[in-house]
């Protein structure tokens, strides 16, 4: 029996090239416009200033401190002060109309019928909840954010950890073996399943280059896309 589902995002309900190849060449391009033209806004001053105390540069100027950000990204440091100003960058992008965020339409139908069937649905992904609502909120297939019950990030802990699901399953109030977690990526899986989760691999030939057939010989059942999942048939 399921009573609620628990899903990833990237290569789960979405594509992983939307974040790479839309969401963070977008950040990268106007993060530097954005943070000139807001750098007396308290919250991106504050930013600024948490950069120059990680660099130990007290007297960065802006044009300095952007130069560092800029080689953040390119390191991929998951810097707090990046994080956020990425995420202020973003949700300009999607006000604007700049993309959509990418959801496979096979998942966003799914997901509408699992929520008209009373269903619980909660995301887990790595992004923070507030770029994940961003992103759901701006789908290309429309406002998501009515169909989840609630968001989980890496503040509950890390994706492959057995103790971050224990944590989810506790938040969600069901017994761990009544949710189905679903992901692309095994090693999440196999912390979900320690800690007593269904799983549900999703293995998407376009993320995913591993043959579906042999995925599904291991302890995780695997399926191409949400058409084949099937709840409490
Ligand atoms: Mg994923």
């Known amino acids: 029996m399921v009573r609620a589902i628990l899903t990833d995002i990237e290569g789960t309900t979405s594509s992983i090239s939307f974040v790479k190849e839309v969401l963070f060449p977008y ?110 909120k701006y789908s290309g297939a429309g406002d998501l954010t009515p169909l989840f019950s609630g968001y989980f990030d890496t503040t509950t802990g890390p994706k492959q950890e057995q103790a971050s699901y224990a944590a989810i399953v506790q938040a969600i109030g069901l017994p761990a073996q009544e949710i189905l977690f679903l992901s692309d990526v095994a090693a999440e899986l196999d912390a979900a399943k320690a800690a007593g989760l269904q799983t549900c691999w999703l293995v998407r030939p376009q993320d995913n280059p591993q043959n579906p057939a042999v995925c599904a010989q291991g302890p995780h059942p695997a399926v191409t896309s949400f058409n084949e999942i099937r709840v409490n048939p």
Do not use: C
């Open 27 to 136: 950040a990268a391009h106007y993060l530097p416009a954005y943070v000139r033209e807001h750098a007396d806004e308290p919250v991106v001053a504050e930013q600024l200033q948490a950069v120059r105390v990680a660099i130990k540069e007290p007297e960065a100027d802006t044009d300095r401190v952007i130069a560092v950000l800029l080689n953040w990204i390119r390191e991929d440091r998951k810097a707090t002060p990046l994080k956020t100003l990425q995420g202020m960058v973003w949700k300009h992008g999607y006000q604007s109309g700049a993309y959509q965020a990418h959801v496979y339409p096979d998942a966003a139908q799914k997901l509408r019928e699992w929520h008209a069937q009373g269903l619980p649905i909660y995301i887990y992904s790595s992004g923070s909840i507030a770029a994940q609502k961003l992103f759901f």
